[in-house]
């Protein structure tokens, strides 16, 4: 919904805030919340702590008392998000996190375009990875969106990066946020599919920056673990069947290779009547954005790869 005059003109600190999540990582925690209440907009900021069993909250509550701690009863991965909400009041919400911080005029910038755009529900920020400022890969593909912008403010997308995104509020509680049994991995694409199933726009937005510095705290084997499980899960809440069942099968083929087999395919199947009661395939227009996208990266893969002997 387009804001009427009186929305426009209020402080960019009264029309968007920013939540941040994290567990367990005081150090990169601090410093990113250092970045985030030193920017001009001057916009709340609410840390979602996912039951963290360090003294990140006690560091946070004596150093940063500006800063708003919802502190979580058990670690909810990414739905940690969705305990925040209750305590945001703006029209915008600016997610990142805890190794991660917007830059200055980033915030004021998409406050400008989701004004102006009704359509556009979501805003996937550039990404500028550590101190070389190298653009995140992923960044890359959404800047060469093969999808038609039409009278977008910039290239539509399919997805977006849960950790540099900016929501409308409103549209954010109406998908009912993250799904707390994906945990974490790949959980920003069954909204995403939901976003664009309500007929909101998710757009790329190169002026919106944020910058991550990745945090050595991360296990990569649990992390390509869960994306493939959730990859599965998600296929069989919004995809056809035969995309459904290549998903799962990539999930099994990673689940042998990582050597957890057993335990996480029984995992992974059981959810299976969780998954059918909730089955609602994403409608053809969505899904043909979804072949396009796929298509173009395809064809960039084999282009990178070169000719073949």
Known sequence: MKMDACQEDLPIAHRISVVVLTHNRAAEVLHSLSRLIAL????????????????????????????????????????????????????????????????????????????????????????LVGDSLELDETCVRMRNSPLDQ???????????IAGACIFRTDVF???????????????????ALDVLTAGSAIVYMDSAVVHHHPSRARDSRLRRRLLARN?????????????????????????????????????????????????????????EMRRQVHEAERSQKKIAAGPSN
């Open 150 to 160: 039409g009278d977008l403010p910039g290239p539509p997308l399919t997805g977006y």
């Open 231 to 287: 990859t599965a899960w998600i296929s069989w809440l919004r995809l056809p069947w035969r995309e459904a069942w290549s998903a799962t099968a990539r999930a099994f083929a990673l689940l042998w290779r990582e050597g957890a087999f057993v335990h996480d395919v029984f995992s992974m199947i059981s959810a299976l009547p969780w998954a059918l009661a909730r089955r609602r395939v994403a409608p053809p227009a969505v899904l």
């Open 40 to 127: 001009p907009e001057k916009p709340a900021v609410i840390v979602v702590d996912n039951a963290s069993s360090d003294d990140t909250v006690a560091l946070i509550e004596a150093r940063l008392p500006t800063v708003r701690v919802v502190q979580c009863a058990a670690n909810f991965g990414a739905a940690g998000r969705n305990q925040a909400i209750a305590c945001v009041s703006t029209d915008y919400v600016a997610f990142c996190d805890d190794d991660m911080w917007w830059e200055a005029g980033s915030l004021a910038r998409a406050v400008r375009l989701l004004d102006a755009s009704p359509r556009v529900a979501v805003l996937s920020a550039r990404v």
């Open 173 to 191: 509680r109406a998908v009912g946020g993250y799904e707390p049994r994906l945990f974490i991995g790949g959980e920003e694409e069954l909204v």
